[in-house]
């Protein structure tokens, strides 16, 4: 495949490369447009796709030899079934070429009126991109005894969105791609050039008979890069693993009687007057029975009493499992059923507690590995039916790290309580936190913030660092006064839109973050956002100890600027999905590259971009999120 130089509006790719189409596919008609529907397919994510060609317009004796632009477009569909091999696709695309130009005659502008497609000026109709063989001068050397010699015509627009020619040579073919340079940049297109060749190289001859689906279509260099460069995290890498109740008391032995840990309507405790707290619940906790892997539901209003009850569970080994009060009650049974908790701490079992006499003596530490659960947060998810998701100790001092890192969190920073305790989002804010030893700052009674309330307790609260989802964010009033006080905001959840991203950015730095609760809340987090931004807003690179990998359905790596689901691996995968086998084994699947490690299938459609960030797409199922 050879490949030329650019000329006005058109791409012929620069650089150069041969492939030689030898063996059993390689003199039938059909090669070419087949070849490039797999290659189209493979970058659109398509199986249906209709693909143009040309017919000269003189096939008749009539039209031979008259001077004149007889030239009509054929349109070619097929059907890329990646389940059988390319010898079958070829029969397939062999068999409509051969079709398409028994009826060649037909106007390409009659097809349209017939189907009438819905029209859209931007495009051309049915088809938008071609594959032309020019057979008509290909060897041509000298004309009525001149010497003669192919010339690039300049163009001022594409013809279709992509076209690729074809010149047969001597044991091969030569190529050139023509592309509309308002959807399409020169390196994109030098990267289809690439893919077109590796498949062409994989599939015919011998290997026409192997399935599709065991086709890779990215190259060496590029395999590299997706899987040990832009994937792995760089940050909160080479903590020392260990529990959540491990990282609150150093916390508590580095800033016990100097920083504050939380503040919550009147309330301002110390790191030490709060691990008191702690002490004192989590005897009560341990008299019940609580300890390693024991869950207990926590359905209180988020306050200092809140927070104590979740670090006292941590303490003894237990696993926090988040009941919102303000759930309906068959959702609360459920998660009380399903989980199978020991016990649920409310309101009315504190009010118990409080009127018992003090325990004597401390309460246990527990020794617990670090594969031992330490939260369950139940997630409707696709199904509809709530799931609980186990996450492990083992990645939250890498994730709590990376959080100190890009929010760049210290001591003398506020961080707000915001999300509600049944969102891993709150256990995120906790951990901001806990990065800095810093202060969480719970709104008073732990009532639900938006709009103009949420604007003045950022406010008077003083908050440096807080998360919002984007439609939270956007429930601000355009018109609030400055928040001079609040040097980072994150926000995720959701897609964040250029709109926001142009009000929120200047004065702070805005990140983006992303994550599935079956992640450690997290797996990639932005850098500070740019006001100028125009396009979607991209959700970054990976953090603690993540890897991230972009596949299509049958696990392939996919190339960069092609969508496909966002895989998840690393130290902050959760468990699985308690009391659901077959679901988990369904979403934590075997990693293909890496042999015993396990890759949690997310549902999201993501894409890699040239700078090694990536950016959020929508969903690969019809999964809505309806009030958060």
């Known amino acids: 495949m050879l490949l030329g130089a650019c000329h006005g509006g058109l791409l012929l790719v620069s650089g150069r490369g041969w492939v030689r189409l030898t063996g059993r596919t390689g003199g039938h008609t059909g090669v070419r447009p087949a070849l490039t529907q797999l290659l189209l397919a493979r970058w659109s994510g398509r199986e249906d796709l209709a693909l143009g060609t040309v017919t000269s317009g003189r096939e ?13 477009t054929l349109v070619l569909r097929s059907r890329v079934d990646e389940s059988r091999s390319f010898a079958g696709l070829l029969a397939e695309v062999r068999e409509t070429t051969l079709e398409a130009f028994a009826h060649q005659d037909v106007p390409f502008d009659r097809l349209v009126e017939a189907l009438a497609p819905e029209r859209d000026p931007s495009r051309t109709p049915l088809v938008q991109a071609a594959v032309v063989l020019q057979n008509a001068f290909a060897e041509l050397t000298s004309f009525a005894g ?38 399409f940049d020169r390196a994109t297109v030098e990267r289809l050039g690439r893919h077109w060749v590796e498949l062409a190289s994989a599939v015919v001859g011998e290997g026409a008979a192997r399935p599709l689906c065991q086709v890779e279509l990215v190259t060496g260099e590029e395999r590299e890069t997706l899987l040990h460069g832009w994937g792995v995290s760089r940050t909160g890498t080479g903590q020392t693993p260990v529990t959540l ?11 016990g009687t100097t920083g504050t840990a939380v503040i919550c309507g009147d309330e301002n405790l110390l790191y030490a007057e709060t691990d008191v707290r702690v002490e004192r619940v989590a005897r009560r906790l341990a008299a019940l029975g609580v300890g390693p892997e024991v869950r207990v539901g926590v359905a209180l209003p988020r306050g200092v009493e809140w927070l104590t009850v979740l670090l006292a569970i941590t303490r003894l080994g237990g696993i926090y499992v988040p009941m919102d009060p303000e759930w309906p009650e068959d959702r609360s049974l459920f998660v009380r059923e399903d989980s199978g908790a020991a016990l649920v701490v409310t309101p009315q079992t504190l009010r118990e507690w409080h009127e018992l006499p003090e325990l004597p003596g401390p309460a246990p530490v527990a020794d617990v590995p670090l594969d031992a659960g330490a939260y369950m947060i139940y997630t409707s998810g696709s199904t509809g039916r709530p799931k609980g998701v186990l996450v492990t100790h083992r990645g939250i001092a890498a994730f709590t790290a990376a959080l100190g890192e890009r929010f760049s969190i210290g001591p003398d920073a506020r961080v707000l309580q915001l999300a509600s305790a049944g969102f891993d989002a709150s ?12 202060t969480l700052v719970i709104p008073d009674e732990g009532r639900a913030l938006a709009g103009q309330d949420l604007h003045d307790t950022l406010a008077t609260r ?22 001079p006080d609040l040097a980072v905001l994150a926000t995720g959840g959701e897609a964040l839109t250029p709109d926001l991203v ?28 740019d006001a100028g931004l125009t396009g979607a807003p991209p959700i970054g690179t990976p953090v603690a100890e993540a890897h991230l990998t972009v596949r299509d359905r049958w696990l392939r790596l996919v ?22 086998p077959g679901l988990t084994a369904e979403r934590f699947t075997a990693d293909p590259h890496h042999p015993g490690r396990r890759l949690y299938r997310t549902g999201d459609l993501v894409r890699w971009n040239t700078d090694g960030t990536l950016t959020y797409l929508g969903r690969t199922d019809d999964q809505v999120k309806i009030r958060g």
Request: hydrophobic letters at 45%.
């Open 502 to 529: 142009r009000r929120w950015a200047p004065g702070r730095r805005l990140l983006n973050a992303y994550g599935p609760t079956e992640i450690t809340v997290a797996a990639s987090i932005s850098t500070a956002l």
């Open 60 to 72: 008749q004796r009539e039209t031979a030899d008259l001077i004149g632009f007889f030239v009509n």
């Open 462 to 483: 003083q908050i440096s660092h807080t998360l919002i989802p984007p439609t939270v964010l956007a429930s601000i009033p355009a018109d609030a006064p400055a928040l």
């Open 559 to 580: 190339p960069v600027g092609v969508p496909g689901e966002l895989h998840v691996a690393g130290t902050g995968l959760a468990r699985g999905y308690h009391g659901r």
């Open 427 to 438: 256990v995120m804010e906790l951990l901001m936190a806990l990065s800095g030893a810093a």
């Open 245 to 255: 109740g491990a990282l609150w008391r150093s916390r508590v032995a580095a800033r």
């Open 146 to 183: 001149l010497p003669a010699e192919r010339a690039a015509v300049p163009r001022d627009a594409a013809r279709f969105d992509l076209t690729f020619e074809f010149w047969s040579r001597e044991g091969g073919l030569s190529a050139e791609i023509e592309y509309s340079t308002d959807l």
